[in-house]
Each structure stands twice: as structure tokens, then as C-alpha cells.
């Protein structure tokens, strides 16, 4: 039991350090804080062994400890070289405060409660643990698996990002074991805190900063433990947060990871975009191509297996608008003052939303995606809600918390630090 | 920026905020969402024993009486059953709609897997037994 917590130590550990000159690399334009760096260092460190184990798969060498940590190494070095030529090292001090010691607490809290037991997650035994744990057996991504209709309840054109840690983990261990798997989701939800935190403390004074990032780990620190909606909280969380601040290249490399995560980061990509273009961004928005050149691989894998996925085509059906909205409006979000407190914010501050319309415009598309989903879906429309919209809701929740703490801190507080406002649009 | 609000407006919806993400009841589930395990537990003991009896690559057949429904055959059982027995074709001897398939049971390289359900009349040879079910070969 202790030798698979030291794997996912180990494998956190390579994760991190292989992340870090990326982070650099993609940062290089702003001064990071340490926070800051160590959450991005962790997300993109993510993506890349996902990557790597991805393209060893397709090359047809095994995932064994020895050729995995040869790859991640490798890679690292590769890395770790190109940082040092075109990155700036350093980072500045992350700024915190006594008042961040609630988040930190109710980050541990979320370790603990999630370190007690297994994952028992229902989808991470259906879907992500499962695949990770049938690929980790198989050695490689296991296409007959994916392709074989009696499975197809483990949704085969899910992204693998997710499964593709759990094999880490595993190859780091010897051998399969979900009783640790679920402090991923915890690292995830630190991760993204740690971006919105240094973020945060550019566009408000410490205390303030540090009680928004609190109301942002209580979104992160998600109950969906093993599943993907961590990463795709993180990933999405951070793209957006990143190309508000003018950082494209780096939230389109998130952005694309989230489409790496879960296929509602496909409809992230498109709700930015079409985002900087409704505000006349529209080089912006091309600019984000890194997102789809990251997510690109796995998007051709799919379609070359021709893995089924959860949409059909149909036709306009009003009835079935009326069922889909209907259904929403009386599926209550799960922390229903939070959204309350979002809409009095939003209410309270209306002549200002034009400041965080990058933000707004992009999480407004995206729900107006999950929506048009519902309308194509083949499951039971009913169903399908009930059991996916209080997790929707939460892939949007950090974006919007975000706006809210920066309107009513901006508000609460005289004097607000040197501006780290929406990114200008590019001339 | 946003200064032009009154501070105490803005503190107050701020607070809701802040309190509204912090609802501890969603992260309470936890512990308690989705154990499904916990009312059969037998059934994964049963399933581990079998994946400790299977060599990797082969196929298990799998007969369990569990019914239709939310926690029927066509989902917790069968994708259980599929995790434990990870690196093992597992194929079920029934369709989410009942059709059973009794062909499935007689081919030489397969394993039964049946749990709380008698098999079919035909000389299985079981290979091991307990937490209420048999581990058998497939070929009578």
C-alpha cells in the first residue's frame, strides 16, 4: 500500500519536473509566481507524460518502468535545454497571506477525505480507471478494447489524458492499484488554485485575492473524485484565466489539454474563440491554434479507429428544446448559493461586465454548448441531465468566481493594485 | 475599476460567494457517493479471487443474476466485472435485454464465472468456489 503512494509520489515528482520548462518556455513574457509556476508546471507536466505515453503506444514500444522513465527523461532534458536557451528563469515571491491558510486547509481536507479509501467512483470504475487500468494491463492503448461494442458503456471517444496518469502512476508502481488514484483529483484542483491564486493577486490586494481563491479551491476541490472533471476544471479554469491575460500561447496549449481531458474541452476551444471574436479579437482567436495542434493526435486516432461517440444527428425539435430546458430549470446546481451570490454579483455590477466580456462571452458559449449536447444526445435526455449538469456546472464555475472576485474586490477595496487587466486586443 | 459601487454592496455579495462555494455538503459525498460495492460485497471478493485464477489474455464468461435497472447486469455488474478482470476478455452470458447466449459457454479456451447463479445443465468443471460463486472451466 505505502510502495503506490511513493509511485504517485514518484510519478508527481517527474510530473512536475518535466512540466516546469514548459511552463517556463510558454510564461516567458510575464514574471510567474512560484505558486503560480508550480501549478502550471504540474498541469502541463500532466499533459506532456499523457503525450508520451500516447506516441510510445502508437510507436509500438511497451509502457514498461523502463521505457516510460527513459521517454519522460528524455523529454525532460529536451526540455529542460529549450527552456534554457529562449525562457527567463526565476520567479517571484507568490505573495501570501495568513488569509490563505483556509484554502490550504480545505485542500488538505479534500486530500484527506480522499485518501481514506479507494477510488469508488462509479464512472472512474465505468470509464477512466477503467480504461487506465485495461491500457496499463495491455501495455499500450488498447484499441480492440475501446472498439468492442459489449464496452461500449466505457464511452471509447473519451480523451485518455486521465486514464494515461493512472497508467503512469501504475508503471511506476509495478502494478495496478486504485487505493492513492484519487489524491489526482486533489493535485488538479491544487494546480488550478495555485494559477487562479497568482492571478488573482495581480488584480486585487492579498486578502482579497486570497478570499476569492478560497471560494475557487471550494469549486476545484471537486467530489467527482477519479473522474475527469478535475483536469477539465484545471485545464479549462487556467486556458481561460490565461488568455484573459493576454498569455495565448499558454492557454491555448490548456485549452487544448482540456480537450485532452474530457470532449467538452473540444467546445471550450471554440466557446474562446468565438469569444475574442465577438469582441473583435479575431487574430486572437486564430492565435489560439496551439489547442488544436495539441489535441489533434488523439482527434485523429479516434476517427482512424472510428470510435463511436454520444451524439447523434437530428433534427430541429422544438419539444425536445422544451424537455432539455425544462429538464435544467429544475435540476438544481449543487451549491445553489453559489450561484446565487455569481448572479447578485453579476446583477450588482451590469455596467461593468463589459471589462471580463472575454471571460463571460466564453463561459456563455460553453454552456450554450452543453445545451445544443442535450439536443443531439442518444441517451435519455432527462437522464443525461440529471446525471452530467451539477458537473457542468462546476467545469464553468472557476471562470465565473474568478469575474466574481475581481468586480467585488475591485469594489470592496481603495486601493487596488498596478493593473493586470483584460489583455488588450491586439492591433 | 469597480469602485464606483459601494464597498459594503460589493463585501456582501462577495461573501455569498465565498460561502456559496464553500457548501460543504458536495464535498462530504466523498465518502459516501457511489458505493456500490457496499451492497454486494461479495461480489467484488468473488471477482478478485477470479482475476487471481485467470492467466491475462484469457476470456470469462460472466453469469450473475443481478437484473435490469439502475444497478442491473448491463452496468455494475458487467463493468465491475471488467475492471477487477482487467487484461481478461470478459463477456457476459446474457444481453442487457435477458437474451442468454449458452454458445458463449462452450468454448475450450473460456472461463464461467457465475455468481449466485446456477449454470446451465452440462458437466462444467469447476476450478474454485466461494464468495458465493464458481469459477469453471467453460468446455464441458
Known amino acids: ?427 | 475599476m469597480y469602485g464606483n459601487r459601494r464597498p459594503w454592496l460589493a463585501a456582501l455579495v462577495f461573501g455569498v460567494v465565498v460561502f456559496g462555494a464553500l457548501d460543504p455538503l458536495p464535498m462530504g459525498r466523498i465518502s459516501s457517493y457511489a458505493r456500490p460495492d457496499w451492497r454486494v460485497p461479495a461480489y467484488p471478493q468473488f471477482l478478485t479471487e477470479v482475476a487471481a485464477r485467470t492467466p491475462p489474455g484469457a476470456t470469462v464468461v460472466l453469469a450473475v443474476p443481478i437484473g435490469d435497472g439502475e444497478h442491473g447486469y448491463d452496468t455494475y455488474a458487467f463493468f465491475r466485472a471488467t475492471y477487477l478482470l482487467a487484461g481478461r476478455r470478459v463477456i457476459p452470458l446474457m444481453d442487457p435485454d435477458g437474451r442468454v447466449h449458452p454458445e458463449r459457454l462452450h468454448h475450450r479456451s473460456n472461463f464461467i464465472a457465475a455468481w449466485r447463479t446456477p449454470l446451465p445443465p452440462g458437466a462444467f468443471e469447476p476450478i474454485w468456489q466461494g464468495h458465493g460463486g464458481t469459477l469453471s472451466w467453460g468446455a464441458p
Not at chain 1, 464496452?151 to 495496478?176: E, I, K, M, R, S
Open chain 1, 1 to 427: 500500500m505505502g510502495g503506490t503512494l511513493t509511485a504517485l509520489l514518484v510519478a508527481l515528482t517527474q510530473i512536475v519536473v518535466t512540466g516546469l520548462p514548459v511552463a517556463l518556455l510558454l510564461h516567458r513574457r510575464s514574471a510567474p509566481t512560484r505558486g503560480g509556476l508550480l501549478g502550471l508546471s504540474f498541469l502541463l507536466g500532466a499533459g506532456v507524460v499523457s503525450m508520451i505515453l500516447l506516441f510510445l503506444s502508437m510507436a509500438g514500444v511497451p509502457w514498461a518502468r523502463v521505457t516510460v522513465t527513459v521517454a519522460v527523461l528524455v523529454m525532460a532534458v529536451v526540455l529542460w535545454v529549450a527552456a534554457a536557451k529562449f525562457a527567463a528563469f526565476g520567479a517571484t515571491p507568490s505573495g501570501y497571506t495568513w488569509l490563505d491558510l483556509p484554502t490550504l486547509a480545505l485542500l488538505g481536507m479534500h486530500a484527506f477525505l480522499v485518501a481514506r479509501q479507494s477510488v469508488g467512483e462509479w464512472d472512474f470504475w465505468a470509464i477512466w480507471g477503467l480504461k487506465g487500468r485495461v491500457f496499463y494491463e495491455h501495455g499500450a492503448i488498447d484499441w480492440a478494447f475501446l472498439s468492442d461494442p459489449v464496452h461500449a458503456y466505457q464511452h471509447p471517444d473519451y480523451p485518455p489524458l486521465l486514464p494515461l496518469q493512472y497508467v503512469f502512476t501504475a508503471v511506476h508502481g509495478g502494478g495496478w492499484s486504485d487505493r492513492w488514484l484519487g489524491l489526482i483529483t486533489t493535485f488538479f484542483a491544487v494546480a488550478v488554485t495555485l494559477v487562479v491564486r497568482e492571478a488573482l493577486g495581480r488584480a486585487l490586494p492579498r486578502w482579497v485575492a486570497a478570499l476569492g481563491t478560497l471560494a475557487v479551491a471550494g469549486v476545484a476541490a471537486t467530489h467527482w473524485v477519479g473522474m475527469a472533471e478535475a483536469p477539465m476544471i484545471a485545464f479549462g479554469g487556467a486556458g481561460l484565466l490565461s488568455v484573459r491575460e493576454g498569455k495565448l500561447p499558454l492557454g491555448a496549449v490548456l485549452l487544448g489539454l482540456a480537450a485532452c481531458a474530457k470532449n467538452e474541452g473540444l467546445a471550450l476551444i471554440v466557446a474562446a474563440g468565438l469569444a475574442l471574436v465577438c469582441m473583435g479579437r479575431v487574430r486572437d482567436a486564430f492565435r489560439l491554434w496551439p489547442a488544436a495542434l495539441v489535441v489533434a493526435p488523439w482527434l485523429a486516432l479516434r476517427a482512424l479507429h472510428r470510435l463511436p461517440g454520444d451524439f447523434l444527428m437530428r433534427s430541429f425539435d422544438l419539444e425536445r428544446v422544451r424537455l432539455v430546458l425544462d429538464t435544467i430549470v429544475h435540476k438544481p446546481p449543487e451549491r445553489p448559493l453559489l450561484w446565487v451570490g455569481l448572479a447578485e454579483v453579476f446583477v450588482v455590477f451590469a455596467g461593468s461586465l463589459r471589462r471580463e466580456s472575454f471571460l463571460l462571452l466564453a463561459t456563455l458559449f460553453q454552456v450554450l454548448f452543453y445545451v445544443g449536447a442535450y439536443l443531439v444526445t442518444r441517451y435519455d435526455v432527462a437522464w443525461h441531465i440529471v446525471y452530467s449538469w451539477p458537473r457542468l456546472l462546476d467545469q464553468v464555475a472557476v471562470p465565473l468566481v474568478f469575474v466574481a472576485a475581481v468586480m467585488a474586490g475591485q469594489a470592496m477595496v481603495r486601493n487596488v493594485p498596478a493593473d493586470v487587466s483584460p489583455a488588450p486586443p491586439v492591433k
